[in-house]
Nanobody, 122 residues
Framework: QVRLVESGGGTVQAGGSLRLFCAAS?????????MAWYRQAPGKQRELVAS???????QYADSVKGRATISRDTAKNTVSLEMNSLKPEDTAVYYC???????????????WGQGTQVFVSP
């Protein structure tokens, strides 16, 4: 019911910057609430990187505070993540996430994008 499409991953040198972008599309009956970025490194659990509510209240993982900025366009249902001073430990698959409400039932749903690989070379 909601499709999330990410873009912007790739290979970056340590100290560099990148910007990830995610666009949500779907039925008008699905209301997008918070949107977020998660990441999963090889052999590790998926972790929250940053989130933004519909009122643009943001939250960041300690590991990226001061290096990451999440931006949300509620009208367009898009979210971007800009990261700078990248480190090799930022290497992971980054996933876009959307928390949504089905307007006809009030039920909550959670949606994931397909992921975009970010590799930070030393």
């Amino acid at each position: 019911q909601v499709r999330l499409v990410e873009s912007g991953g790739g290979t970056v040198q340590a100290g560099g910057s990148l910007r990830l972008f995610c666009a949500a599309s779907g039925r008008a009956s699905v209301i997008i609430n918070a949107m977020a970025w998660y990441r999963q490194a090889p052999g590790k659990q998926r972790e929250l990187v940053a989130s933004a509510s519909t009122s643009n209240i943001t939250q960041y993982a300690d590991s990226v505070k001061g290096r990451a900025t999440i931006s949300r366009d509620t009208a367009k249902n898009t979210v971007s993540l800009e990261m700078n001073s990248l480190k090799p430990e930022d290497t992971a698959v980054y996933y876009c996430n959307a928390d949504a409400t089905l307007s006809y039932s009030g039920n909550r749903r959670n949606y994931w994008g397909q992921g975009t690989q970010v590799f930070v070379s030393p």
